[in-house]
Every structure is written in structure tokens, then in C-alpha cells.
């Protein structure tokens, strides 16, 4: 297992920002301290051919340039939709920006995915990567709390990439990390993801409104296009949806057990993905709107051309009593885990 540092930019206030690529014998990936970022990740095919096979760009420069695609970063405070950009919590009202509409997407504006975190190579020993901290202070993005985060990426000998979770606040607050990493097994760039077979372990979705945020019902996917219980293509039912898949798929199993929640295979070049988290919810997102954004080495990304498995809790929740409890109680400590496994 190898780590390598080198630079990757410089930002306006003359911070530098590093980049680390990590490598078995298999498969390796590069991660920056400019929002946490997975910026490539490199497997072979059946054929041996590598390819890069997560979408952004070449450079820090489109990182910067284009931080509303969230491109391989971490999301948070509060990932995914909360209605009407307000929560209440304790009894207080707490008010955030409004970047979607009436509603607050992955936290606002300024989220942590433009942060620069503090990195720290680690090896364990099931793997190597590293480890990523962040401070939160009382009041940014309209949360409350100072908010202690490490989210370290670390890849083993079964060309797993495990990403861990941790973090503690001094104030009641509602957290939702998540990795935004849009896929395209068969190399980024090289087509849409159309014919990507996927599997999803999921009885029902999170039922959503018109502008995507949730009623505080449960789906059930039977008999409707978001069933993926068997393998099918993610475009098989796409014209069914609404311009593509946007949901948050309902996990089967327990919260807090490790579960294999996804499974997807690209035929052409045999690669397989699997995921697997202790998280409630998954959001499984198409790259609806990709369309016109020009990614690595100057390739024009297409509508449709990665898709996004996204695992959480449930958006909305500090506004749904109903739903599971998304409160990061002061003193206490979260740890989540996700795992993204690769074959060819």
C-alpha cells in the first residue's frame, strides 16, 4: 500500500492545497484537502484497461469554478434537501440560505465541500489513506454548535475504499454527512450510464413534492419505475421519472449495521460496485444535470453521464418528527461508515 503528496493549487488567500493518491497492487484513488474531494479513482476492466471512473475535473481551478456540482467532496452540515431553508430544534427557530428555490440544498451557499480541511496520512492494518478534519464553528451555515469533524478515506487489500465518519458538537444540531461521488464504471466522460445495470436493496423510496422534499411518507417502489429489487438498467424506466432519478431510497435492513445497499454492473468492461453503509437512506441521483459542464481533461459531460449513490439520513429530517432522528446531541459522538468495493 502506497500514499503519495504532491501539490495541487494554491487558493486566493495563498493557502496551499494538497493532493494524495493512494495505491494497492489493484486500483488506486486521489483524494484533496479542498473539500474532502475524491478527485479520480483508477481500476482496471476485464480487459486490463484502466480508467478514471469518477467524474470533475483536471485541476483545483474547476473545483473552484464549479463547486454546485459537489464533484467526489463531502456535503454537509445537514446533506440533502431541508424544506423551506428553516428548521426548529429545542425550541429555536434556525434560519439558512435559500439556494434551491424555497429550500436549503446540501447546507447553502458556502458548504464543505469548498472548505480546506486538514489532512493527515494514516495506515491501519487493513489499509492506508487519510484522514481529513474540519471545525465547524457555532452559527455557520445557520446551525448551531461547534462541530468537530475527521472523515477518513482509507483503501484495503479487497480494493475497498471504506470512508469513516466521526463527529462530536458542544450544542444540539442536526448532522448529515455524505460523499458526493457521481460514478460512470465505464470510464468518466466516455458515455452515459444508461446501460449501468444497478441493484438496490431498498422496498421503498423517501415520498417526495414537487421540488423534491419529502411529505414524511414512505413509497413503496413495487410496480413503479424506482423498483431496482433486480438488476435492471438505470435506463430501462428513466422516461417514466422526472427527467431522472432524484430519491432517497429507504434502506432495508438495520440502522447501524453494515448493509450492501447497492450494486451496480457496467457489461463492457466488467466492473462491479458495491455499497454498503450503516446509514438509513441512500440517495440515488443520475447526473440529471450534468449537461454542459466540462470535466477532466476537457471532456464535455453529458445529461445522464454518472450516477450518485449518496448514503444519509434522511433529507428533511430535522423538519419530520416521523422520520429517524437526525440530532447530533451536545457531548455525544456519531460514527458512520460507508464502504465502496470494487471487481472486475
Known amino acids: 500500500m502506497k500514499i503519495k503528496e504532491r501539490a495541487f493549487g494554491v487558493l486566493s488567500g495563498g493557502e496551499k492545497v494538497r493532493l494524495f493518491t493512494i495505491s494497492n497492487s489493484d486500483m488506486a484513488f486521489s483524494v484533496t484537502n479542498f473539500g474532502c474531494t475524491i478527485t479520480s479513482i483508477i481500476l482496471p476492466s476485464r480487459c486490463g484497461r484502466k480508467d478514471d471512473i469518477t467524474l470533475g475535473f483536471s485541476t483545483l ?8 456540482a459537489c464533484f467526489g467532496a463531502i456535503v454537509g452540515r445537514f446533506a440533502n434537501r431541508i424544506g423551506s431553508a428553516r428548521f426548529n430544534l429545542n425550541g429555536k427557530d434556525y434560519f439558512l440560505d435559500k439556494n434551491l428555490g424555497n429550500h436549503t440544498l446540501h447546507s447553502g451557499w458556502l458548504g464543505y465541500n469548498v472548505r480546506l480541511w486538514e489532512p493527515k496520512p494514516v495506515e491501519t492494518k487493513n489499509g492506508a489513506g487519510i484522514r481529513f478534519s474540519l471545525l465547524s464553528e457555532n452559527g455557520d451555515q445557520g446551525f448551531p454548535g461547534n462541530l468537530n469533524m475527521e472523515v477518513t478515506y482509507l483503501l484495503n487489500k479487497h480494493n475497498e475504499i471504506e470512508m ?27 458515455s452515459t450510464v444508461l446501460d449501468h445495470e444497478i441493484t438496490l436493496n431498498c422496498d421503498s423510496v423517501v415520498e417526495t413534492d414537487g421540488d423534491y422534499i419529502p411529505t414524511g411518507k414512505f413509497l413503496p417502489v413495487e410496480g413503479t419505475p424506482w423498483d431496482f429489487r433486480t438488476a435492471k438498467t438505470i435506463g430501462q424506466d428513466i422516461t417514466r421519472t422526472r427527467g431522472g432519478y432524484d430519491e432517497c431510497y429507504v434502506i432495508n435492513g438495520t440502522t447501524g ?11 463492457e468492461t466488467g466492473r462491479r460496485m458495491i455499497v454498503a453503509t450503516n446509514r438509513p437512506g441512500v440517495q440515488f441521483y443520475t447526473g440529471n444535470g450534468l449537461g454542459g459542464i466540462t470535466g477532466k481533461l476537457g471532456v464535455p459531460y453529458e445529461k445522464h453521464g454518472g450516477f450518485c449513490l449518496e448514503t444519509q439520513q434522511f433529507p428533511d429530517a430535522p423538519n419530520r418528527p416521523e422520520f429517524p432522528d437526525s440530532t447530533l446531541h451536545a457531548g455525544k459522538v456519531l460514527e458512520a461508515l460507508t464502504v465502496y468495493g470494487f471487481s472486475w
Open 164 to 190: 469513516h465518519y466521526r463527529a462530536k458538537t458542544d450544542r444540539d444540531t442536526p448532522v448529515n454527512l455524505t460523499n458526493h461521488s457521481y460514478f460512470n464504471l465505464r470510464g468518466a466522460g466516455r
Open 61 to 68: 481551478d474547476g473545483y473552484i469554478r464549479c463547486p454546485s
Open 257 to 267: 449495521k453494515l448493509t450492501v445497499c447497492a450494486t451496480v454492473h457496467e457489461p
